[in-house]
């Protein structure tokens, strides 16, 4: 799965691992915990997440990283209610209610935005 975060975000995780952030109160209901780290499955969506949220949510960030995330076993995901189901039934992105270790979390590049 892929996950998309600006470098700051980043440098924390190398030491913490990738820890859930508190939810919009939107969505509360949608999850049996307030706070989650979405996932995507896709590269392609994460990379949209990329180009056409992060660059509004964070304007005074110019860094970003790409990251690649192998979700352990015993680790609680839900699919995501928002992003919805692609043909086959499968969820497009997933909620992580659990602290991912570090070791689990890859760089796949770092972007940056002028």
């Given at each position: ?57 964070f ?46 979390v ?9």
């Amino acid at each position: 799965m892929y996950h998309v975060t600006t470098w700051k975000n980043w440098l924390n995780i190398q030491e913490h691992g990738l820890v859930p952030q508190l939810l919009p109160a939107e969505l509360w209901d949608a999850f049996p915990s307030k706070q989650a780290t979405y996932l995507g499955v896709d590269i392609a969506l994460v990379e949209g997440f990329l180009e056409g949220y992060l660059y509004d949510m964070f304007p005074d960030e110019n860094e970003f990283a790409l990251l690649e995330v192998n979700v352990p076993s015993g680790i609680r995901t839900i699919p995501d209610p928002e992003m919805g189901l692609d043909d086959e039934g499968k969820p497009y992105a997933y909620a992580v209610l659990d602290i991912i270790p570090a070791e689990c979390v890859i760089l796949l590049r770092k972007e940056t935005v002028s």
